[in-house]
């Protein structure tokens, strides 16, 4: 029983760390990068379709993505939907082929995006902390109702904090990584 809700809080814990680096992914760093574009979406007769099912997304100088749609006709709904992101992106079309060249970022973009950086891995370890709580919450149950004694459950808390610690390690490094990322020029 307290290793099944150990198991939760680790699949709880690395589920945020994987939306953390889709969130990440979303941050500009100066590099052009085909992820930048992931959860865009683009009305294609009257639906909002991801971008990735309706054109390919490649890079293609460092500086410069290029989305080739499948069809001719939807290039300008993609010019728009490109636009209208909060990207800061301005694509440019040169027939069927959008070209989206990357700015150079500014050191005051740059701090703009790490501080948004480090406010996405607060909230991560904010979840992390939560799914902890919500495990405790539960051992001190299991405790009242005497199917653990509290050694059993001194340990399992114990073991508890080891792997938030060890899940929060991970959403510094991640952190440390985008930052250095960003500060790169």
């Known amino acids: 029983m307290i290793d099944d809700l150990k198991e939760d809080a680790k699949q709880r814990m690395a589920k945020t760390i994987e939306a953390l680096g889709t969130n990440f992914n979303k941050i500009r760093t100066g590099r052009a990068h ?31 993505l290029t989305v080739t749609p499948w069809e001719k ?13 909060d990207l800061g992106l301005n694509p440019s079309s040169a027939g069927s082929v959008i070209r989206i060249p990357m700015a150079m970022l500014t050191q005051e973009t740059r701090k703009g ?24 919450s539960d051992l001190k149950d299991l405790l009242k109702e005497k199917e653990i004694s509290e050694d059993e459950e001194r340990r399992a808390q114990d073991d508890v904090q080891k792997i938030t610690d060890q899940y929060i390690a991970e959403v510094d490094k991640a952190l440390a990584a985008k930052e250095a990322d960003l500060m790169e020029i």
């Not at 006709?73 to 992101?85: G, L, R, T, Y």
């Open 113 to 136: 995006y790490i501080k948004q950086a480090r406010q996405e891995a607060e909230s991560v370890r904010v979840s992390i902390r939560n799914a902890r709580r919500d495990v405790l």
């Open 34 to 64: 085909p992820s930048l574009l992931d959860g865009l979406r683009v009305s294609y007769y009257g639906t909002d379709t991801p971008l990735s099912q309706l054109a390919n997304i490649g890079v293609e100088d460092s500086r410069t």
């Open 73 to 85: 006709n939807i290039v300008p709904d993609i010019e728009k939907a490109i636009m209208k992101s």
